[in-house]
């Protein structure tokens, strides 16, 4: 079983950085996809980032040159630092792991806003 916890949301201003961590527990960080998807009030969720097993990384058009992901696997760890924040970047952040199967698990969410 796989848990995930994540941290480091909060209140930004426009321009500012925010740094987010999901710690999981578990043997199978290592061979996983890690992905942070957002979810802002009335959307659907969507994909921000990603990082394969191998360390290759995907962001979405809205973020990559932004945002950077990054994962620890000895800490079993995955980061996602969030630099020159916009307002529409405004929502809750969501680690997922997908595991061999495929399995998918889910942190709880941290909220991220970002005042104009």
């Known amino acids: 079983q796989v848990q995930l916890v994540e941290s480091g949301g909060g209140l930004v201003q426009a321009g500012g950085s925010l740094s987010l961590s999901c710690a999981a527990s578990?043997?199978?960080?290592?061979?996983?996809?890690l992905n942070w998807y957002r979810q802002a009030p009335g959307t659907r969720r969507e994909l921000v980032a990603q990082v394969t097993s191998g360390g290759s990384t995907n962001y979405a058009d809205s973020v990559r040159g932004r945002f950077t992901i990054s994962r620890d696997n000895a800490k079993k760890t995955v980061y996602l630092q969030m630099n020159r924040l916009k307002p529409e970047d405004t929502a809750v952040y969501y680690c997922?792991?997908?595991?061999?199967?495929?399995?998918?698990?889910w942190g709880q969410g941290t909220q991220v806003t970002v005042s104009s």
């Open positions: 997922n792991l997908v595991g061999p199967g495929p399995l998918y698990y």
């Open positions: 578990g043997s199978i960080f290592s061979i996983s996809t």
